[in-house]
């Protein structure tokens, strides 16, 4: 089983700042099968990138996904306020669907 | 817009059997597959298993010798049942859609809280 590693924990940054997440998996994804939600306290997540770097509908072009392989990216270019959340990754992989342990942008 | 909504019992004793549904807010479940994922306090997020309008399914190798997922009790509502639950499976469930790739999930219900405590 493929083991996702988010880093940092915590992010703590102003609005307007550039945040970069990271996601790391355990063995290399075939065909970057890998996607990224956000998930605001108390609601549902919500799809932003997937197949690691395509936006999924409605979601602003300040989200991007890069990466491959074992190493994959969302950068958000300038936090807005409704940006402060959890965020999440997730493979699919031999009829599997893996997420990682989060990663909480906080205001500083 | 089509919404997702879990409901069920808050509370199941140890070695019962949790029972949760999911009722979709559109005239069926076809041309989709529908999972079950759940969190614990402080842990990520586990997928269970899916089932597609067929009722075909696959489970998580993990969980799948107690869990069951069957379409119903209407054509647009799916269900879960997980067995001889333990104090390991207090978590948030969350039903979800898969997305037209079937390998992510592009909607998900709000979730609903599931203590398991005598």
């Known amino acids: 089983e493929i083991v996702l590693t988010q880093s940092p924990v915590t992010l703590s940054l102003s609005p307007g700042e550039r945040a970069t997440l990271s996601c790391r998996a355990s063995q290399s994804l075939s065909g970057s099968y890998l996607a990224w939600y956000q998930q605001k306290g108390g609601q549902a997540p919500t799809l932003l990138i997937h197949?690691?770097?395509s936006r999924a509908t409605g979601v602003p072009d300040r989200f991007s996904g890069s990466g491959s392989g074992t190493d994959f990216t969302l950068t958000i270019a300038r936090l807005e306020r409704e940006d402060f959340a959890v965020y999440y990754c997730?493979?699919?992989?031999?009829?599997?669907?893996?997420f990682g342990q989060g990663t909480k942008v906080e205001i500083k | 817009q089509v919404q997702l909504q879990e409901s069920g019992p808050g509370l199941v004793k140890p070695s019962e059997t949790l029972s949760l549904t999911c009722s979709v807010s559109?005239?069926?479940?076809?041309?989709?597959?529908w999972s079950w994922i759940r969190q614990p306090p402080g842990k990520r997020l586990e997928w269970i298993g899916y089932?597609?309008?067929?009722?075909?399914?696959n489970y998580n190798p993990a969980l799948s010798s107690r869990v069951i997922m069957s379409i119903g009790p209407s054509k647009s509502q799916f269900s879960l049942k997980l067995s001889s639950v333990t104090a390991a499976d207090t978590a948030v469930y969350f039903c979800?859609?898969?997305?037209?790739?079937?390998?992510?999930?592009?909607?998900w219900g709000q979730g609903t809280l599931v203590t398991v405590s005598s």
């Open positions: 979800a859609r898969h997305s037209g790739s079937w390998r992510y999930f592009d909607l």
């Open positions: 089932i597609f309008e067929s009722g075909s399914t």
């Open positions: 197949d690691a770097s």
């Open positions: 559109a005239d069926s479940l076809s041309y989709h597959y």
């Open positions: 997730q493979h699919y992989g031999h009829s599997l669907w893996t």
